[in-house]
């Protein structure tokens, strides 16, 4: 029987793109968190975790095979690569993003944006990249 895990971004492993030998096209500014994941605990399926992206930088657009959402915690940032209208996203919002749709962000705001991601996959590290 699989347990429960509780996990607290506070008490989690913080990474970011700068202590990492990462895409070249990744802001050293990037921090990221798992809360969710097989290598924490029990779970299968499904794998999550927070992205924190500092004031003027950016995650480049990207694709990846599996399908993806968001969950905005605070700040503002521009949805890039999402069609020709550029889309806004605030605190609350939740974004569906499918196999392979190009995707990206930039924080307009003036606090660092904050999103949570949620994968079905086991494990964040499964998910392979591909920026533009």
């Known amino acids: 029987m699989s347990e429960i895990l509780v996990q607290s971004d506070e008490c989690a492993d913080w990474h970011s793109a700068a202590g990492h030998a990462v895409n070249h096209a990744m802001s050293p500014d990037l921090r990221w968190c798992h809360l969710v994941d097989k290598t924490l605990g029990s779970s299968e399926g499904l794998s999550m975790g ?47 993003i499918p196999q392979n749709a190009l995707h990206g962000l930039k924080n307009i705001g003036n606090v660092p944006f904050e999103v949570l991601w949620i994968f079905p996959t086991d494990t964040w590290a499964e998910i392979d990249y591909h920026y533009e």
């Open 50 to 96: 927070r992205l924190e992206v500092a004031v003027n930088q950016s995650l480049a657009p990207h694709r990846h095979a599996p399908q993806e959402i968001y969950y905005v915690l605070k700040g503002r940032a521009e949805l890039l690569g999402s069609g020709e209208t550029p889309k806004i996203l605030t605190p609350g919002d939740t974004v569906y």
